[in-house]
């Protein structure tokens, strides 16, 4: 379902600007905040989309910030299988293309989750797939990780 009015005035002020993207909110916290959104494949002026799940809760960003801040994404690429990964960004950038019309003509979105082909780019970008319910083995660590540490969300 389309954003609606409100979701468009909750998500421009969490991200402080105007979206790029026609999105949907996928993920709301309880109080119905939106937590993740999902970008249409293309922004609003044809340029390819390749982020199609974004965090935008600010309690998740802060804790997964944190994360990366202490190297996350190094740990996250030693740690988990890298096949599993790659799985994953195969699943995502399927997931984003099956939105795509079979006539596109022009540049498409290319890429897997936030857009990289190989590893890990940004836990941001796993976690919000992952909370949306895909198949993100970083994500996944992600989320265990800030539970264990007592600082998820």
Do not use: Q
């Amino acid at each position: 379902m389309p954003a609606t009015l409100d979701d468009r005035v909750a998500v421009r002020a969490l991200l402080g600007r105007d979206p790029a993207a026609e999105f949907e909110v996928v993920v709301r916290a309880a109080d119905g905040t939106p937590v993740v959104i999902r970008n249409a494949p293309f922004t609003v002026d044809g340029t390819p989309m390749p982020t199609r799940y974004w965090l935008v809760g600010p309690e998740w960003n802060r804790a997964v910030s944190r994360l990366e801040a202490a190297g996350g994404v190094r740990e996250a690429e030693a740690v988990v299988d890298r096949d599993a990964i790659a799985r994953a960004h195969l699943v995502y950038a399927a997931e984003r293309d099956a939105e795509i019309p079979a006539d596109h003509a022009g540049p498409r979105p290319s890429g897997g989750v936030g857009g990289t082909r190989v590893g890990v780019k940004c836990l941001h970008a796993h976690v919000a797939w992952y909370l949306a319910g895909g198949p993100d083995p970083v994500g996944a660590w992600t989320v265990t990780r800030l539970h264990d540490e007592g600082v998820a969300p």
